[in-house]
């Protein structure tokens, strides 16, 4: 077992540090690169904290809905794979309520701040 | 450095000017570069843009029209009085250059995020999608016979592009499949009329001034075909930057756009640039995925280029919000 602080606090401390005392520094090039970089441990950070959820409840709904078991990876294969064939559609029970739940769970870890995904958020 | 090879080219064209001053690299990727700099005369100092590839990057990747089709495309547009620099030279083996050209530098803003949210354009944003419609008309209507050579798309061979793209990546991405099924169950055929497509009409590539449009950049990705793509491609949510109400790059509406393009005669077709727009919602897709690849396998390993792969996401929600929208 690794000890404390965990990597989800330990990401978050240093994307703190970078905000708050460091970007004031820096103008220009190098501050859009700092901004870059900060952006990528905060997603970091979201995904540490959101993805053992997320993939677990993605996983139940593939394997409700193509009826077989395996990896997460390997049942989103088997998904496209139906889908390029037109052998499940938007018609196919459940499929677009999946694919909705699973894109609005990548985007609250990619670009929570995205104009499309906040509407949606409000939708509910 | 490239000053004074500027300075020798700029004599050769331009009668009485003194050197060059001031020469900046705007972009530049491996094969291609932009720069700034400005003409000096003693009749006044004249700004410039150098567009080339340096030498020994001859071979552009198989989407780009090349650039001596791009200053072609430039002058033609500049001569029927479209918003386009006028091209000053092409560069010759002797100028040590590369091949590329110069052409004349127009002042205005290309990033969206200040068009969109500063003060000094507030007037020209209701201006926009109509002035935009208009343009895209007239490039449209440049006479075929003058265009340089160019490769020819259809909605068929695009989707079959992607769709080979989509599998080089080797990841699977069920709402691009839903996507691609979409739009092969939805391809609208060849287009009645095949015309010059700018194939990159969006924010980034229009200079805009507190009038309006003053110029539009980057022929690279011409092509011929219908004349619809260039309407979809700047409805794609992608290019409104957080203003999703306003289809067309985030300034305005499908109607202005519409209205600026039947202005000039020629029709445009809702249904088809919907079409469209989905398609480009997934290209952009499968460039985010591109700029991934890149990071991974290519010699740019930057965080600008990871973080965009990750924002591949962004087009699958827009894809859904066009193919399966949720009820209020």
Redesign the interface.
């Known amino acids: 077992m690794q000890d404390e602080p965990t990597p989800i606090e330990l990401t978050k401390a240093v994307a703190d540090f970078l905000r708050n005392d460091i970007a004031p520094m820096f103008s220009g090039h190098h501050a859009f690169?700092l901004r870059?970089?900060i952006?990528?441990l905060d997603?970091v950070t979201r995904q540490l904290t959101l993805q053992a959820g997320g993939d677990e409840a993605e996983a139940g709904r593939l394997k409700q809905l193509l009826g077989v078991d395996g990896s997460l990876?390997d049942l989103?294969?088997t998904?496209?794979?139906k889908?390029?064939k037109?052998e499940v559609?938007?018609r196919t029970p459940g499929l677009?309520e999946h694919?909705?739940q699973?894109?609005?769970d990548?985007?609250a870890v990619?670009?929570p701040n995205?104009?499309?995904?906040k509407?949606?958020v409000e939708?509910k | 450095m490239i000053e004074a090879e500027l300075s020798r080219c700029v004599a050769s064209f331009h009668p009485g000017a003194t050197g060059v001053a001031g020469a900046a690299k705007l972009s530049g990727g491996a094969s291609q570069e932009t720069w700034s700099f400005d003409i000096v005369h003693p009749g006044g100092t004249i700004g410039a843009i150098l567009r080339r590839a340096p030498q020994g990057y001859g071979a552009s990747p198989s989407r780009a029209a090349g650039l001596g089709a791009e200053a072609r495309l430039m002058q033609l547009a500049h001569d029927a009085g479209l918003p386009s620099p006028r091209v000053m030279h092409v560069l010759r083996p002797e100028d040590g250059l590369g091949t590329g050209f110069i052409m004349a530098r127009i002042e205005g803003e290309t990033i969206a995020r200040k068009i969109l949210r500063d003060e000094s354009f507030a007037k020209a944003r209701p201006l926009l999608a109509r002035q935009l419609g208009k343009v895209a008309a007239g490039i449209h209507g440049l006479p075929r016979a003058q265009l340089p050579k160019l490769r020819e798309m259809s909605a068929t061979k695009e989707i079959g592009e992607l769709e080979r793209e989509v599998q080089s990546f080797n990841w699977p991405r069920p709402v691009f499949e839903l996507a691609l099924r979409w739009l092969r169950d939805n391809d609208p055929g060849p287009s009645a009329e095949v015309t010059l497509v700018h194939g990159d009409f969006r924010h980034g590539n229009l200079i805009i001034g507190p009038d309006g449009v003053r110029a539009v950049l980057d022929w690279e990705l011409a092509h011929l075909g219908d004349p619809m793509e260039d309407l979809g491609w700047i409805c794609v949510n992608s290019w409104r930057f957080g203003e999703i109400d306003k289809p067309v790059g985030g300034f305005g509406s499908r109607e202005d756009l519409f209205a600026g393009y039947e202005e000039s005669g020629r029709k445009a077709d809702p249904a088809r640039v919907t079409f469209w727009e989905v398609m480009g919602t997934l290209r952009w897709g499968v460039m985010c995925c591109g700029m991934m690849q890149r990071f991974r396998l290519g010699p740019d390993h930057s965080m600008e280029r990871a973080m965009i792969g990750r924002r591949a996401s962004e087009t699958e929600i827009d894809l859904l919000r066009l193919l399966s929208p949720r009820g209020d």
């Open positions: 690169k870059v970089a952006n990528a997603l990876h989103n294969r998904l496209a794979g889908i390029a037109g559609d938007l677009a694919l909705w699973t894109t609005m990548k985007l990619d670009q995205y104009a499309s995904y509407r949606e939708r």
